[in-house]
Every structure is written in C-alpha cells, then in structure tokens.
C-alpha cells in the first residue's frame, strides 16, 4: 500500500490529505487548478519538506515526524516526470536516458532494461537526437523513459500532458497506457483533465483546496458529487468496467456490463480484454416500456435507484444495470414525473453505441 497523511502551510494556503491506495496501479489525484495537487507531488517525492505527517510506501516509512524520520529524496527510488520534462539540452536522447541508470547504486536491481523501455516508449528513432529537435510529446516520453530506468518503487506524474495541444496529448497517451499495462510499478497520476483519467486511472483521489474530499475506485468516483462539481454537468457520468465478449461484423466490440451487452467502437479490441467504458448521463434516454424496432444499437434493462434534483430543470437518475454495474441519465424533471420514476422501477436505458467511450486495460478476465 502507498499511505499519504502529510501537511503543509505555504503563506495563505493550507494542505492537509490523507489517503491510501493499492499498488501496483494507477491512482490519479484530481482537482482543479490550486487544489495543491503539484504541492502534493512534490511532498512525496521528497522536494518539499512537509511540516508534519507521514508517508509509507510498502513496508518502507520515507517520513514519519513523529518518529523523526525522513529519507532524502536522493534515496528514495522514486522516478518524477513534471509538465515540462527538464530533459539535459547538451546531450542525447540515449544520454538522458542513461543518466537515470546511472542514478543507481550499482549493486541495486535492475528489472527494467534499457532496449525494453525504449521500445515501450517508442525512441528507437529518437535515440541519436538533441534534446531540442523533438517535439513536445516526444521529449515527455524521454522524461518518462529516463524516470523509468531509474527503477523507481514509485513513479509521480505530475500533469505531464498539461503542456502539450489536444493532438499531442492523444499520441502520448497509448504509451502512458502501455506503461500501466507493462509493468507492475504504483504510479501517482496527477491531473485536471478527467479524460486522461478515464484512460490511466484504476484509483481516484478527489483534491479541493488542500483538502481530500473522495476516494475510491474509478466507477464509484464517476458518480461523486464532489467530481460532478468540478468536472461540470455536461462531463456527469457513469463509469462501467467490462469485458470484451467478440467483435461483431461491423467491427464495433460486444462488452458485457453488469447484465446487459453493449455495443461500444473501441478501436483494435480484442476478446476478453477488460476495458473502462464512459457512459455520459446526458446520452442516455430512460423508458418505462420495452422499445423495439430503434436505431439506438444499446437498450439495456435497469432498476431505478434514485431520483435527484440537478442543474436547472433536470433530475439525475441512478440506474442498477446488474452485478454492480451503475448508469447516471439526466432527464427532464417534467419526463421523471410523467414517467413516474421512482427507486425500485423497471426501466430500460437506452444508449447509442456512437456515444460511448471505452479505454482497454489489457487485463484479461478472471
């Protein structure tokens, strides 16, 4: 387990968060912009001394007031990659990359050798280059690769996206995925765009002014209201796991969720491949009556869980879709009485299957 308790006063501001996590995986600390999530990084990683608390990662205590314990930074095996990656402009890419290697003791293991990352980072082309002919995207995953080959017991990711343009973060993203999925290493993800932590997240941890206000697993946060309130109505959802069941002839994924199969494109899917799929409450449309003969590709049966009041003229529904598997649709409060929604009630949610969004962990099933 990674365990955080710590804080810290910078002027007016306070920190003061605690919370736990399992590792290996990927728990992502999110918040808006002030929140302290950077403040929180550099606590941990040991560049910031914290006024009081504790920190353990596995059976190791960093820093303990207390007792009177804190590791230095130096020794405390831990790879860090912030939103610019301070790479070494005079040397190679190769250069920078050996320079976490030679960050080791030289009797200490090494279990991620260097041909491996470099192909899991994509920088078999890159490797003879300067520093700054790359591109934004290329030098993060240099960053990410010289943090890697320092053995890290735990790797921060502090925003490593926030500087790069919509279309370099879609081609950074695949390899952080990658990451995830190869190696068994606990990650702390930071960031304040929700769709990065769709993709990379098994764990979220809620940050408000310096204070944690949620945490648990993906699917439980989706429908927080603490997230709804950072995050916006129009980003409201349900996050679902499933399994890839097969393809159908028109290459769209048949996922089994809860009791019911959707029908979700999720390019280069494979059978029995876990993925985290992003069901939006504004796409999903609720009927009392089985429907039939509909171009809508998902109608998936459902029990009403709750029925409350949200932004403007509208309600949210939770729906039990089956086997923990939970969906959010935001109607109408005029639809929701002439419906007669209440908890208990047999109701059919319906999805276009153009409107999903499902992420592959390239785990398979148990």
Known sequence: ML??????????????????????????????????????ISLIAGLLPPDSGRLVVGDDVWYDSERRV????????????????????HLTVRANLEYGLRRLPREAERPMKFDDVVSLLGLETLIARRTHELSGGERQRVALG???????????????LASLDLARREDV????????????????????????????????????????????????????SHLRAIVGPDSVGAVVAGVVKSIDATGFALVRIGDATLSVELEGAVAGQRIQIQVLARDVIVATEAPHRLSVRNIVPARVVSVRRDVGRSVLVELDAGRTATLLARITTRAADELALTPDKQVWALIKAVSLRGHAFNVPER
Do not use: N, W
Request: glycine fraction near 6%.
């Open 146 to 160: 010289r943090a890697l080959l320092a053995q890290p017991r735990l790797l921060l990711l502090d925003e490593p």
């Open 70 to 89: 804190s590791v230095d930074a130096r020794h405390r095996r831990m790879g860090v990659v912030f939103q610019d990656a301070r790479l070494f402009p």
């Open 3 to 40: 365990r955080v308790a710590l804080r810290k006063r910078r002027g007016d501001f306070a920190l003061d968060i605690a919370f736990s996590a399992p590792t290996p995986g990927v728990t992502a600390v999110f918040g808006r912009s002030g929140c302290g999530k950077s403040t929180m």
């Open 173 to 224: 993203l695949p390899y952080l995925e990658k990451l995830r999925d190869a190696f068994t290493l606990p990650i702390v993800y930071v960031s304040h765009q929700f769709d990065e932590v769709l993709r990379l997240a098994t764990r979220v941890v809620l940050l408000d002014a310096g204070r944690v206000v949620a945490e648990g697993d993906i699917a439980t946060m989706s429908r927080d």
